[in-house]
């Protein structure tokens, strides 16, 4: 046997001595999170218990990506260990998640990158139809998008806070890489790129360089338009890459958008509060009437209470009196004694003042 021979085989047994410590580690922790789970019911018979736990969640993902050493890269340990969470917490209560679908778009995308792969995750129509299963305890959370760095908020979102009464308990950015796509016995020539209008608009310098005058066709959504590519042959799709797996689609090209930072940031919501994570962010809503110095004496509490805004997006009310709605989001936990003299300075002024939730800010990647 030679020297290399020899040297492999001591590398695959070490290999094979290292996965048998990995399965007794993790069978050890799936027992430690099924004693939480006793535990959790036996102190908590008044109520229902919390299972899901965002803020504990990102205070263990975070501190495994600053204690990692390496080679593994941050955000490779961050998504192995929410997988591992994942499956814990689906022994203790199995969770069921509404997204904005259809099946493989990004908000499915943001759904699985916060829940795992464990999770049950349901699409809906319609943002209005995430925040009614969630608000008719027909699903134990949602996941809607809320923002693109590019493209501005996401009104529709918004507005479903106005009415429904649930609570943000978690956000998630998730980078947007487009992919050119097409059927995997593709032979014809490309008769028409689909998408939704907005990738289309996000890939537009691409597209002008590789398919000049080839018809781009805005379809509802990037699913969609893979659907489509699936259907058939002499079409072309700009949609992720889940959407391609989902599909059965070839991957022709990737990451093919003009703005290669492009975000976008998701909610979480829910009908629990979530505690302090140590890095939280707080988002609030406030009703004020349309008058001179309206926005100036709701932000003023902040600066004096130094507290940092992050988000203040502006809507009309649905009353018809002319009043108007701030979605507010500032660093820190309502919880703080800072966040509550400034909630408390502002319900002074305002014609109402809501909490929409405080919760643990999105984990950052490590590149």
Known sequence: MSTDEDKLKSLRERIDQIDRQLL??????????LEVGVVKQSELQQE???FYRPEREAQILNRLMQENTGPLAGDDVARLFREVISCCLNMEMPLKVAYFGPEGTYTEAAAIKQFGHFATTVPMASIDEVFREVASSGAHYGVVPVENSTEGM???TLDCFLSARVRICAEVEL???HAFLRHQAHQEPIAEIVSHA???AQCRGWLDQHHPGIPRIAVASNAEAAKQAAARPDIAAVAGEMAAERYGLRILSE???DQPDNKTRFLV???QTVASSGDDKTSILVSVRNEPGALLRVLAPFEQHGISLTRIETRPARSGDWSYVFFIDFDGHESDASAQGVILAIREVALEVRILGSYPKAIKSSS
């Open 48 to 50: 229902l218990p919390v």
């Open 198 to 200: 907005q990738s289309l």
């Open 154 to 156: 996401v009104n529709h």
């Open 269 to 271: 919501i829910g009908k």
């Open 24 to 33: 007794r580690l993790l069978n050890d922790r799936a027992e430690c999170a």
């Open 255 to 257: 990451c093919i958008e």
């Open 175 to 177: 980078p947007i890489h």
